[in-house]
């Protein structure tokens, strides 16, 4: 086989692992990233959840007060029917009343319906809370091995793009020129395998005196119809 071929092979063997590598930082960022962000949504929907409690706090508040409120009015209304001179005013006086405990009343259900909504928020923020802290361990366990991973993987691309700045100074510029186009062109297989007498790359078949020359093995020989550089075993 060419000499020139076979570093080139060995060059984009180089050249795959880095890409491998690489892919394996990539997804490793992503799951970081993918992780941080869960736990970023995750609290701010405990947040988001606490705020309404402590706006739920308040008005119950406020309905209390109305109700207490109320509760004089009704007091005051009820000390009041026994020094009323008339029948109409005793009517007016009752009809208050009544006007009052329907208003209580549909204060008191608005004020039931807050503490039953505050009682399931409390316990969703329970299991928030839960799901946050099991979350944050995952996080925290994935870092530390994924930051051990990451400096490995770092180190191997730094120690690879060394030995390919070196398998590439081996090589003629052309050469050299000439498989980095490919290579970019080509999403990264700038140099396939001849198989059943077909390019390794696009599949075309190849013609008999391209196989014929790839026999000889004295010149880089490329497919006619994707152009990349063919070797055969």
Excluded: W
Excluded at 160 to 185: Q, V
């Amino acid at each position: 086989m060419n000499e020139q071929l076979i570093k080139l092979i060995e060059l984009q063997e180089i050249d795959s692992k880095i890409d491998e590598a690489n892919d394996n930082i990539e997804k490793i960022n992503s799951e970081m990233n993918f992780l941080q962000e869960t736990l970023v949504k995750e609290k701010e929907q405990i947040e988001s959840s606490r705020k309404d409690i402590t706006g739920s706090n308040i008005l119950k508040k406020e309905k209390e007060i109305e109700i207490a409120s109320i509760d004089e009015k009704i007091k005051k209304h009820n000390m009041e029917l026994n020094a009323v001179k008339t029948n109409a005013a005793y009517k007016a006086l009752l009809n208050e009343i009544e006007s009052g405990k329907n208003e209580k009343l549909r204060i008191e259900d608005e004020l039931l319906a807050l503490m039953e909504s505050d009682e399931i928020n409390s316990k969703d923020i329970k299991d928030m809370q839960k799901e946050y802290e099991n979350l944050k361990k995952e996080f925290v366990e994935k870092k530390v091995l994924f930051e051990s991973v990451l400096k490995k993987s770092g180190e191997l691309v730094s120690q690879l793009f060394s030995e390919r700045k070196t398998k590439l100074s081996e090589l003629p510029k052309n050469i050299a020129d000439k498989y980095e186009n490919i290579r970019k062109n080509k999403n990264g297989a700038a140099v396939v395998m001849v198989e059943d007498n077909t390019c390794g790359g696009c599949h075309r078949n190849l013609p008999v005196h391209v196989i014929d020359e790839l026999k000889k093995g004295q010149d880089l020989i490329t497919c006619n119809n994707c152009m990349r550089i063919l070797y055969q075993k």
